[in-house]
Nanobody, 126 residues
Framework: QVQLVESGGGLVQAGDSLILSCVAN????????MAWFRQAPGKERAVVAA????????YYADSIEGRFTISRDNAKNTAYLQMNSLKPEDTAVYYC???????????????????WGQGTQVTVSS
C-alpha cells in the first residue's frame, strides 16, 4: 500500500511562485511514474505534469506554458512541482498520483494512476 501526502499549497498573489511536495510512504517508488493533477471548482480533474521513474523524462499540459517544473528525488521518495508566474486560473486543489505500471501513452489519464494524495489547495489572487 502506498500513501501520498502533498504539502506546500497556500494563498499567493499572481506572479508568485510555490513549490509543492509529495512524499510517498509505504514503499519505494523508484519504479513508479508520478504525476500532478489539479481540480478547480466545477471542473474535471486534469493533469498538470508527469515524470517517469528516474526523472529522465517529463511531460506537461499545454496550459502550463513552461511555468511549472516537475521533478523527483527517489532517495527521498518525494516528487515536486515548482510553480512560477502563477495566475488566478491556476487556483485549484493539486493532487499527486502514482502507478507502478505507468504508460507514456496514458500519462494524461486520471484512471491510469492507482494511488492518490489527499490534495493541497493553491489559491492565486489577482
Amino acid at each position: 500500500q502506498v500513501q501520498l501526502v502533498e504539502s506546500g499549497g497556500g494563498l499567493v498573489q499572481a506572479g508568485d511562485s510555490l513549490i509543492l511536495s509529495c512524499v510517498a510512504n509505504g514503499r519505494a517508488l523508484n519504479d513508479h511514474g508520478m504525476a500532478w493533477f489539479r481540480q478547480a471548482p466545477g471542473k474535471e480533474r486534469a493533469v498538470v505534469a508527469a515524470i517517469n521513474w528516474n526523472g529522465g523524462r517529463t511531460y506537461y499540459a499545454d496550459s502550463i506554458e513552461g511555468r511549472f517544473t516537475i521533478s523527483r528525488d527517489n532517495a527521498k521518495n518525494t516528487a515536486y512541482l515548482q510553480m512560477n508566474s502563477l495566475k488566478p486560473e491556476d487556483t485549484a486543489v493539486y493532487y499527486c498520483a502514482t502507478t507502478p505500471n505507468w504508460r507514456l501513452s496514458r500519462w494524461r489519464e486520471p484512471t491510469e494512476y492507482v494511488y492518490w494524495g489527499q490534495g493541497t489547495q493553491v489559491t492565486v489572487s489577482s
